[in-house]
């Protein structure tokens, strides 16, 4: 009989913004991708059940399985998450036992097939799979481009790998939280990725990345580099709720770098040019200290990348009016993202009054957007303990 390792673990994963290069990290420019503190929760509870049960209340999904009847799904088959690609033979097997479609592509099913992908392989060289129930909860809204799917990925990864007793329970009596070592993190973000790429089909390996590892990570060209050492930044994050299409936003740059190579080429080299230095100022913010004259590069960097991005013609209107009313009160925004609506976000200086937050917060609402006040740069996967939950995190957790 397999015994769990733990009988109970809580796990976070922040969300991810990127701060530039957007667009231009398709054309082979850097990309800055930075962890958002908007976190997603999960709790895991081993159970005698004889079942598996996944709890997702943010999209209201509660099912459960008999554990009996997933293990005939393996075939003897052991998992190895280091192959680049996943075993389409169990992600058949599992869409018939699920009952989920080859064309399904909603929220729910995608993250149901990710889950049970991820739970039968880490326990896939067990004689029986374990009872377990997990529930998780994101303060992340879904589709937004935000890394809602990422996040949930490495959170499941991090409590069944642990679970597994394949990484450590890092978490002591005396702390609030706690990380895992480099080596373990490696593994959480591989079969995070697996997860990633259940849901998206071909991710670029940065969400889960973000999600495992936070702080600041450099993208270029397949290469993820995550920075040393970075400052933690005051944001607001706008959602306008304008749905867009990734895909489509993506292939009209390409047409006009195909039309006008002579024109776009500089624009790209030029977005290059301001994460290079908006990675250089993090750097030096991190080591001198933030200063006025660091948020006054920061900031002038996020307007000359916000024109940038309306020239590839990926604004919209709605992020026309979050770059107006923001500015009026001499704040400083850009898209992030996709573009074509979606997200974005607005520096916070630390001497920024709270007031003027609070009406630009309520401007912003008025308008029709979702707005939080929250940071950049925080820490990636953690193992917590119950304190270091935000109570209304703790509260739908232990409700089921």
Request: one cysteine or more; a negative charge; hydrophobic letters at 40%.
């Amino acid at each position: 009989m397999f015994e769990m390792h733990m009988n109970e673990c809580f796990i976070s994963a922040p969300g991810k913004s990127i701060l530039h290069g957007e667009h231009a990290v398709v054309h082979g420019k850097v990309a800055l991708a930075v962890s958002l503190n908007l976190r997603t929760y999960l709790r895991l509870q081993a159970t005698s059940t004889g079942e598996v049960c996944i709890n997702l209340p943010n999209i209201d999904t509660f099912l459960t399985w008999e554990t009996a009847a997933l293990k005939p799904l393996l075939f003897n088959w052991k998992a190895d998450c280091t192959l680049n690609e996943v075993n389409v033979n169990l992600v058949k097997k599992l869409r018939e036992f699920t009952g989920i479609t080859e064309d399904s592509t909603d929220t729910r099913s995608l993250a149901v097939l990710a889950f049970l992908y991820i739970y039968i392989s880490v326990f896939s060289d067990t004689e029986v799979l374990p009872s377990v129930s997990v529930c998780v909860w994101s303060e992340l809204p879904t589709g937004a481009g935000l890394g809602s799917s990422a996040a949930f990925s490495v959170c499941v990864s991090a409590a069944l790998l642990s679970a597994r007793g394949t990484i450590s329970t890092p978490l002591n009596q005396n702390q609030e939280t706690a990380r895992w070592s480099e080596a373990e993190l490696e593994l959480i973000n591989k079969w995070a990725f697996q997860g990633e790429k259940i849901i998206h089909g071909n991710p670029s390996g940065v969400d889960n990345a973000v999600g495992t590892w936070g702080g600041v990570l450099r993208y270029l060209s397949g290469k993820i580099t995550p920075l040393s050492r970075v400052p933690t930044l005051r944001i607001l994050l706008t959602n306008t709720k304008v749905p867009r299409s990734t895909k489509v936003l993506v292939s009209g740059v390409k047409d006009k770098m195909n039309k006008y190579p002579s024109i776009m080429s500089p624009v790209l080299e030029s977005v290059n040019a301001v994460s290079q230095t908006c990675e250089e100022t993090l750097a030096e913010m991190a080591t001198e200290g933030a200063s006025a004259k660091h948020y006054n590069v920061l900031e002038d960097l996020i307007d000359i990348n916000q024109h940038h991005l309306n020239v590839m013609g990926v604004g919209h209107p709605s992020l026309d009016t979050l770059c107006r009313v923001t500015l009026t009160r001499g704040l400083h925004s850009k898209l992030t993202g996709a573009g074509g609506g979606g997200c974005g976000i607005t520096l916070l200086r630390p001497e920024t009054d709270p007031c003027v937050v609070q009406k630009v917060v309520q401007e912003l609402k008025e308008a029709g957007f979702d707005c939080w006040e929250t940071s950049l740069g925080g820490p990636g996967v953690l193992m917590h303990c119950t304190n270091s939950i935000p109570e209304n995190a703790l509260s739908v957790l232990t409700s089921f």
